[in-house]
């Protein structure tokens, strides 16, 4: 009886052995080397959204000057509408 008891006990130290060493040997480095992999991809996808931010804001800006000659155009054009269909009236 004393005998299963210590084959268990070896067995189960060696299991136990093993699953640490695995864990420290394969896991843990690999978390790490996911854990990088991740901040890197991270960063590129920050990097990404920046410079998607950034064009819309241009094209944003772009939109905005555009429609501001739009406006001047048609407040030139009615006003020259208006002065030759009241050539007597002052402004």
């Known amino acids: 009886a004393m005998d299963k008891f210590k084959v ?3 067995v ?3 299991i136990g052995s093993t699953a640490l ?3 420290v040997g394969v ?3 690999w978390h790490h080397q996911l854990d990088g992999d991740f901040k890197e991809l991270e960063k590129k996808h920050e990097s990404r959204l920046q410079l998607f931010h950034d064009r819309k804001w241009e ?3 772009e939109i905005d000057s555009k429609l501001d000659s739009l406006v001047k155009q048609l407040d030139e054009a009615n006003n020259n509408a208006h002065r030759e269909a ?3 009236s002052r402004h």
Do not use: D
């Open 21 to 23: 060493s695995f864990q």
């Open 12 to 14: 189960n130290f060696i």
């Open 59 to 61: 094209k944003l800006r």
């Open 86 to 88: 009241n050539p007597q």
């Open 8 to 10: 268990l006990t070896l």
């Open 27 to 29: 896991l843990y480095p």
